[in-house]
């Protein structure tokens, strides 16, 4: 799937500058968002925009251009996760969406406190996603998710394990309330493209 918005990363007229031909692929692991770059080109000229340095600094992307670290990091990320997402198994929100030629595809929804330290690989994962609504929702940006104010709710697809992938999360910031309770704002809602209108915001 394509992005919506790039003038975040290049510029109001969404130009990439000084290539011939040029195509930037990402590609990103479903489970674990870990992200695998391919920028190709027919041509470069001698100031030709450093690309690399965008996604990095303007999108906030990390990613590797080889193929071989994209593989370990994804083995490494998915144990880390599963022994997280474990802690959370019994309070996890579980329901259907609509999948294609009417089927429908197991959700699981698990909230976490990005900032409490048994979800530090969920946290991790959420970094790896803060640049996604950038290509989505115009003037969105990143959140500081080491405050403790700040709830994630996180939508897996599929039938469970490592073979789950990310659908979309969403971002919810608790306020003081007068006098002794809390309100919570709804900050970023997104679904990822392949897994939108199938009714899962609406959940």
């Known amino acids: 799937f394509a992005p919506t918005f790039t003038h975040q990363v290049f510029g109001q007229d969404e130009v990439v500058r000084g290539y011939e031909s ?49 593989v370990r990091r994804v083995k490494e990320t998915e144990r880390a996760l599963e022994r997280s997402l474990s802690n959370y198994a019994t309070s996890c929100r579980r329901f259907s969406v609509r999948g294609g030629k009417e089927s429908e595809t197991p959700v699981e929804v698990v909230r976490f406190k990005p900032s409490e330290g048994d979800a530090e690989p969920l946290r991790k994962l959420h970094d790896r996603l803060q640049f996604m609504p950038l290509l989505y929702v115009d003037g969105a940006n990143y959140i500081d998710n080491e405050d403790p104010k700040w709830d994630i709710y996180l939508a897996l697809a599929g039938p469970g394990g ?11 910031y608790s306020f003081y309330a007068y006098p002794e309770r809390r309100r919570l704002r709804l900050s970023q809602i997104l679904v990822l493209p392949p897994f939108q209108r199938r009714g899962l915001a609406s959940r």
Do not use: W
């Not at 040029?22 to 391919?38: I, K, Q």
């Not at 490592?162 to 919810?172: L, P, Y």
């Open 22 to 70: 040029c195509r930037v692929r990402c590609f990103l692991h479903a489970s674990t968002m870990h992200a695998y770059v391919e920028i190709s080109h027919e041509g470069k000229q001698p100031k030709a925009d450093d690309i690399g340095h965008l996604l990095r600094e303007n999108l906030g992307l990390e990613y590797t251009e080889d193929k071989g670290e994209f």
């Open 162 to 172: 490592t073979n789950r992938a990310v659908a979309g999360f969403c971002t919810v």
